[in-house]
């Protein structure tokens, strides 16, 4: 079993920044694919990123692409997802979710953490 902790969230201006970052207790953390997926309110879960602990492979929506960054973080079994140039439309409850391999749809991925929350003001 994986436990996912987001942490990082808050309220912002559009063209600032957040870090949120994910802390994962797993003793397989090394072989899996964590991703975020973001869920505004009245709209379907939407796929955000995703990085492969053991390769290093990652990957974004085009919507994120060259404004936010994934990467594992300083501390031990974390990741990080650096947002920039952040917009209205990236307002959402963002998760964190663990599994075996890539994948875009959220339905691949077993653990999920509590969401945390992003705001972007206009």
């Known amino acids: 079993q994986v436990q996912l902790v987001e942490s990082g969230g808050g309220s912002v201006q559009a063209g600032g920044s957040l870090r949120l970052s994910c802390a994962a207790s797993a003793r397989s953390f090394g072989s899996l694919v964590l991703a975020w997926f973001r869920q505004a309110p009245g709209k379907e879960r939407e796929f955000v990123s995703f990085?492969?602990?053991?390769?290093?492979?990652?990957y974004y929506a085009e919507s994120v692409k060259d404004r936010f960054t994934i990467s594992r973080g300083n501390a031990k079994n974390t990741v990080d997802l650096q947002m920039n140039s952040l917009k209205p439309e990236d307002t959402a409850v963002y998760y964190c979710?663990?599994?075996?391999?890539?994948?875009?749809?959220?339905?691949?991925?077993?653990?999920w953490g509590q969401g945390t929350q992003v705001t972007v003001s206009a």
């Open positions: 979710a663990a599994g075996p391999m890539y994948s875009y749809s959220p339905e691949h991925y077993r653990n």
């Open positions: 990085i492969s602990i053991s390769s290093g492979t990652t």
